[in-house]
């Protein structure tokens, strides 16, 4: 094979691995009841990397939210405070509704963060990706399950 040819195939196979990264396929899961019992990664996920993930504005929790954050200012009041999270709701029911918040009320504002499809209103980079990992989705919930009165 010509030196040129390699570097064409080492090129479109690194492009490969890239889009493959970027556009990552959605785990599956099953719906029982008004939960998603089984871990979208096969773990669970990092309670402490769930909370800086609520806090970070890139997920729009805290626009909505507010919790025991002291630290955090200008914390949401359009969705319910998260503190208790984890006394009022269980590990599935928590996923679920991280998942595809729709499914318990069509007119949420609540981002859907783990679905690619029957979206509106979605940017260019984010058409056909979820708007959070599976392994995000996991961390978020461990961390909300700590959220006990």
């Known amino acids: 094979m010509a030196r040129s040819t390699v570097h064409i195939v080492a090129l479109i196979a690194s492009l490969a691995l890239v889009s493959n990264t970027s556009a990552e396929g959605l785990a ?3 719906i029982v009841g008004d939960g ?3 871990s979208l990664t096969g773990s669970p996920g990092d309670p402490a990397r769930g909370r800086a993930l609520v806090l970070a504005r890139t997920t729009t929790c805290i626009l909505c939210h507010s919790g025991p954050f002291p630290e955090t200012r200008f ?4 969705a319910p405070d998260l503190t208790g999270a984890g006394n ?4 599935s029911q928590l996923r679920l509704r991280m ?5 318990f009320n069509p007119d949420t504002i609540m981002p859907s963060y783990y679905r690619n499809d029957g979206l509106v ?3 260019r980079n984010f058409t056909g990706k979820p708007i959070l990992s599976a392994a995000e989705i996991e961390d978020i919930v461990a961390y909300l ?3 006990r009165n």
């Open 99 to 103: 998942v595809d918040a729709s499914r």
């Open 145 to 147: 399950a700590t959220l």
């Open 36 to 38: 998603i019992a089984e």
């Open 75 to 78: 914390q949401g009041d359009l």
């Open 121 to 123: 209103r979605v940017g």
């Open 28 to 30: 599956p899961y099953k």
């Open 88 to 91: 009022r709701w269980t590990v």
